[in-house]
């Protein structure tokens, strides 16, 4: 089992920054790429970063391409998303996810992939 735990949500005002922590316990923690996802109101759950074992690959959904960042600290067991020049249309709860590694690098665009799931934190962004 792998516990996540989320901080870093707030309300913020466009054009704003925020950086989102995910911190987990349980098993080794770089033998899980990681992800992270939002869920807007009304909307379905859509990938926004994920990052692999090492934190040599990383992938954006388009959306985010060019303002937000993942990164990962194994020692600290910690993933982190940068997010910068945010915009209303960001607001959602956002979700780190664990998946254990090894798997085909596209499959990790898809919430059906991982294995662990933290509770969420809440972004709001202010126009």
């Known amino acids: 089992q792998v516990q996540l735990v989320e901080s870093g949500g707030d309300l913020v005002q466009a054009g704003g920054s925020l950086r989102l922590s995910c911190a987990a316990s349980?098993?080794?923690?770089?033998?899980?790429?990681l992800g992270w996802f939002r869920q807007a109101p009304g909307k379905e759950r859509e990938f926004v970063a994920t990052?692999?074992?090492?934190?040599?690959?990383?992938y954006y959904a388009d959306s985010v391409k060019g303002r937000f960042t993942i990164s990962r600290d194994n020692a600290g067991s910690t993933v982190y998303l940068q997010m910068n020049s945010l915009k209303p249309e960001d607001t959602a709860v956002y979700y780190c996810?664990?998946?254990?590694?090894?798997?085909?690098?596209?499959?990790?665009?898809?919430?059906?992939?991982?294995?662990?799931w933290g509770q969420g934190t809440q972004v709001t962004v202010s126009s």
């Open positions: 996810a664990a998946a254990t590694r090894g798997g085909r690098s596209v499959l990790l665009r898809l919430s059906r992939t991982y294995d662990y």
């Open positions: 990052i692999n074992w090492s934190g040599s690959t990383t």
């Open positions: 349980g098993r080794t923690f770089s033998n899980y790429d």
